[in-house]
């Protein structure tokens, strides 16, 4: 499939958006910062691996940052998932998505519910003890503090079932800041209530688990 040349500057947001092609699936790169991993791996790759930290999907999968769709797209193939649902606040990332070839599924596959909002806010709306699995997939912090929050981990916390799985990517920070931003995420994460914080190293992120 042929990926369109989609580059844009938003007023509104005050970025600028552009898809980029790799060997497989195009990212998105946004002010620059690539939305997928290119480096030793492609975003095809880079959504395989968060989804296969978590083991066999099954029920209902949250997906926090619904990008270009790629991890709502490859949850909602595996047979057993009844139902994948996505949340993505900016509307400019959802209109490249629909120019995206490999994006497609996004809207064509009846699993999956696309809903664009601010994920911090949409949440409180959920049930509690909702999804089986969470991927939580967000922007670096200083773009999306909001989603690195207590206050947000509890609210994951609620909407996942007792036994219930969520990757959460971190990136692999290496300096002694990024590691302390590391160590504030994986506090947080026990504070809200989670337990079993397992790396999951080749997602770039952690696994834990509602006990």
């Not at 949409?122 to 929050?149: M, V």
């Not at 996942?160 to 947080?188: A, C, D, E, V, W």
């Not at 994460?189 to 337990?195: D, K, Q």
Request: hydrophobic share 40%.
């Amino acid at each position: 499939m042929q990926v369109p040349e989609i580059k844009f500057y938003s007023e509104e947001t005050g970025l600028f958006y552009k898809l980029v092609p790799t060997k497989t699936w195009p990212t998105l790169q946004i002010s620059g910062i690539h939305m997928h991993r290119i480096k030793d791996v492609d975003p095809k790759k880079d959504t395989e691996l968060k989804l296969k930290s978590l083991g066999k999907l099954f029920g209902n999968v949250l997906d926090i940052c619904t990008g270009l769709g790629y991890t709502a797209i490859l949850a909602a193939r595996s047979n057993a998932v009844e139902k994948v649902i996505t949340i993505e606040k900016d509307p400019n990332v959802i209109a490249i998505a629909k120019q995206n070839p490999f994006s497609k599924e996004l809207f064509t596959n009846p699993k999956i519910k696309l809903i664009i909002a601010d994920a911090y806010e949409k949440i409180k709306e959920f049930e509690s003890e909702r999804f089986n699995f969470i991927i939580h997939d967000p922007p670096r912090y200083a773009l999306a503090s909001g989603l690195y929050s207590l206050s947000f981990y509890k609210e994951l916390f609620r909407v996942l079932k007792h036994g219930g799985k969520m990757f959460h990517y971190t990136g692999m920070p290496g300096s002694k800041q990024g590691k302390n931003y590391l160590k504030g995420i994986l506090r947080r994460l026990r504070e809200a209530g989670f337990v079993e914080i397992k790396k999951a190293s080749k997602a770039c992120g952690v696994v834990v688990r509602k006990s």
